[in-house]
C-alpha cells in the first residue's frame, strides 16, 4: 500500500514539474509551486519522515509562495518568449537524465533494511539515543545534540541570509496613515483571520515545546509562528503589523535567538565539558540534555521567526512602495 | 515490476533534478530560474528521504510495539536544509527586485542587452 501510494504521488509530483517548464503565467508558476511543495510533504510523510514532512509544508507551500507572489508584485506576472533555442538544454539536460539515470542502477535498492547508509551511524542513534539524551524524537535527538554544532551552523546561515536580504532591500518603516494596505475591506478575512491567528500560534507553541517527544522542534515552530504573522500582515495590512511586532523588534530577535544557541555551547564549556555538551549542563545527564535541548531549540526557534518575519517585511515594503509610485 | 520499484524513486528524483536544470538553462525570466532552483533542491531532499526509507519501517520516533524504524540522520540533514533553502531563496528574490530596480527588466536577454549599450 505503501509503495502504491509512493508511486502514484512521485508521478504526480513529476507532472507538476513537467507543467511548471511550459507555464508562461508566473503567477500560475509559483501556485503550482506550491501544490509541488504540498505533495512533496506527503511524499515525505510516506518515506517516514516527519519531520520533514512539517517543515516543507510550512516553508515550501507557505513563506516561499509569499515571498515569489511579493516578487512578482515587483517584477511582473508574465514571462518574455525565450530568445534563445531550446534545442542545446534539451541535449544537455536529456545526457546529464542519461548518466544519473545509469548512475542510479549502481544504487542499493530502495528501502532495504541492510543497505550501506543504515549500517554506521544509524544504529547507534535508533538503539543508543533513548537512553543517552531521553527522547523518544530521535531526530530531535540527532539535530539538538549529536550534531548541535553543524545545527548551530545552519541557525548562523538562516541568520546570514536575513542580514543579507536587509543589506539588499532594506524595510521602510514609515508607512503613511493614509496609505490603502492589506484587505482590511473584506469582513470574512478579517473575522476568520482574528479566529485563527491565536490557533496558529497557539499551535507553533505545542510544536516547539513538544518537539521532543513529537515530529515538531524550532525550526517547525519559528516558521508557523511567522506566518502566523504574515497573515497578520496580509489582511490588517503592513502599518498595523509594524505596530505589533516592530521590524526593529525582528532585526533584535534574530541575533538573540543565536547568541542563546552559542550561549549554551559557553555555558558547557565552562561547565567543564566540550561545547554543546548538554550533559555538564545538569547533575545527572539525562537532565542535562533535555535542559541543552530545549534552550537551543527556543533559540533555533526565535531566529527562525524574526528571519522569516524581517524577509517577509522586506519583500512587503518594497511592493506597498511600488504601489505608491 | 520488483526491479522498477527499486529504483522507482532514484528515477522521479533524476527526472526531477534534470526538469529543474532544464528550467534552470532555458528560461529567461530570473523568477522561473529560482523556481527551477528549488525544484531542483526538491529532488535533493527526495533522494536522501528515499535513502533514509526502510520498508515496513517507522517514523524515527520511540513508540511500543515497534521494531524497525526508518533512518533518522537524512532526515535531520534535510528538516535543516529545507530552511536554509527558503533562507537562500530569499537572498535571490531580493537580489531579483534590485535588478529589476537598476535595470527595469528580469528577462535575462533584456538586461544582458542593457549592460552591452552601457
Sequence with gaps: MSLLFDIVLLSMLALTALRIIFLKDLFAVVMLFGIYSFLSALIFVNLDAVDVAFTEAAVGAGISTVLMLSTLALTGRTEEKSSHSSFLPLIVVVTTGAALIYGTLDMPPFGQADNPIHQHVAPRYIEQSPQEVGLPNMVTSVLASYRGFDTLGETVVVFAAAVGVLSLLGVRRKEREDQESGLKAHRVLRVVAKLIIPLIILFALYVQFHGDFGPGGGFQAGVITAAAFILYALVFGLPQAFKVVSPRFTEILAPLGVLIYAGVGITSVLKGGNFLDYNVLAADPVAGQHLGILVIELGVGITVFAVMLSIFYAFASQTEKANIQ | ?118
Design chain 2, 1 to 118: 515490476m520488483s526491479f522498477v520499484a527499486d529504483y522507482y524513486n532514484y528515477w522521479v528524483v533524476v527526472f526531477l533534478m534534470m526538469t529543474g536544470f532544464y528550467v534552470v538553462i532555458s528560461a529567461n525570466n530570473l523568477v522561473k530560474k529560482i523556481v527551477g532552483l528549488n525544484i531542483f533542491q526538491t529532488s535533493v531532499f527526495m533522494l536522501y528521504i528515499s535513502m533514509g526509507k526502510v520498508t515496513n519501517g517507522s517514523a524515527p520516533i520511540v513508540a511500543e510495539g515497534i521494531e524497525q524504524y526508518s533512518n533518522p540522520l537524512p532526515h535531520v540533514l534535510i528538516l535543516t536544509a529545507i530552511v536554509v533553502g527558503v533562507a537562500t531563496t530569499a537572498v535571490g528574490l531580493s537580489l531579483i527586485v534590485r535588478i529589476k530596480r537598476a535595470y527595469g527588466t528580469v528577462e535575462e536577454n533584456e538586461f544582458q542587452d542593457k549592460d552591452d549599450v552601457i
